[in-house]
């Protein structure tokens, strides 16, 4: 039996190629997701980090004792005046364009998402790279999980046939405070967790039509605005495409879920993130597929969202670089269309629904 006669394949592609002679990287930000996720990343893949910089002078030398950063820098001017570096910049939204308009001409730079606070922070930031020349990919590292990167070749590879169904459900409970920044912020959900999953399905479906949404906050929450939110994109007559989140569940883990689920007309697949799942601890991704004639299969996978999605953004920014990837996948003109999807998102919350026709 050949690989190709098996379903799914064994050879779904599930990593990013790496750099052949990475550059050195000066991180830009020393919080909580540069603690947990690039550091350890970079050090497993031997990527060199040269220096780091906080506004927080204590986080910066506390990452640089833990992995081995020669350098911590006193300032923002100091950091972006490394040579031949590429940056990771790794900041709270707001922050972003300042930061952005200060890198050198013709950098190179990963920035974590979003992209800004709304569509019209992404607007400038687009427009500073620009202005500056920048090679500028943000980082929605979802796509490059092994579970979304192997889904992604399945669908190149026609595996599931033509795209019917597309549906994301999130029930559990999301520690906000664990961000500190957050607490007060006008957006959530949308902006800085769903707006992961917008941006897988645009790179699945392409651009939606248009959007309807609804985020509503939860009293037990009462220091953040949308935490439960229900989308649906619109593609047309023949695919339904919704995102149900709720995080405010604390009802157990018997009935959480965290999972995107694609039907199509040759077959179908399930994919778990994890790392939603009892947060931060999390549980491993997994990734099953099925035909109509045949049970469900679960195929071995190389790893999860966290820590292994991290890999691929930086390597294909390097790759780029180098020469070695035609194409940057998550470029800031790309990332800004995602951002307009989730200001049409938060459009359509603000507006309401269609008011039901009076029968009086």
Known sequence: MTTQSLFPPADLRQAWPRPSAPRPIVVIGAGSIVRDAHLPVYKRLGFPVVGIFDVNPEAS????????????????????????????????????????????????????????????????????????????????????????????????????????DVEVRLNLHTPWNYWAFLKGVPRLEVLLHSIHYLDLIRSMLGEPRGVYCKGVRHPAMPDYPDVRTSIILDYGDTIRCSLTMNHAHTFGARFGMSQ?????????????????????EGELDTLEFARTDQDWSTIALRGSWFLEAFEGPMSNLQRFVAGEDRKLVSSVED??????????????????????????
Not at 61 to 79: L, W
Request: proline letters at 5%; charged letters at 25%.
């Open 61 to 164: 030398r506390d990452r640089a004792r833990a992995y081995s950063i020669a350098r911590v820098f006193g300032s923002i001017d100091e950091a972006v005046a490394a040579k031949d570096a590429i940056f990771d910049v790794a900041i709270p939204p707001e922050n972003i364009a300042g930061v952005v308009e200060r890198l050198p001409p013709g950098a190179a730079v990963l920035i974590q998402k979003p992209m800004g606070r709304d569509l019209a922070d992404a607007r400038r930031i687009m427009a500073i790279c620009r202005e500056r020349r920048l090679v500028a990919a943000m980082n929605f590292q979802l796509r490059f999980a092994p579970n979304m990167l192997a889904l992604k070749d399945a669908l190149e590879r026609g595996l599931l046939g033509e795209l019917l």
């Open 260 to 280: 995107l689920k694609l039907e199509g007309t040759a077959g179908a697949a399930i994919a778990k993130m994890g790392v939603n799942l009892n947060y931060p």
């Open 335 to 360: 990332a800004i269309r995602t951002m307009a999807v989730v200001e049409a998102c938060y459009d359509s919350s603000a507006h309401g629904a269609t008011p039901t026709q009076s029968i009086d």
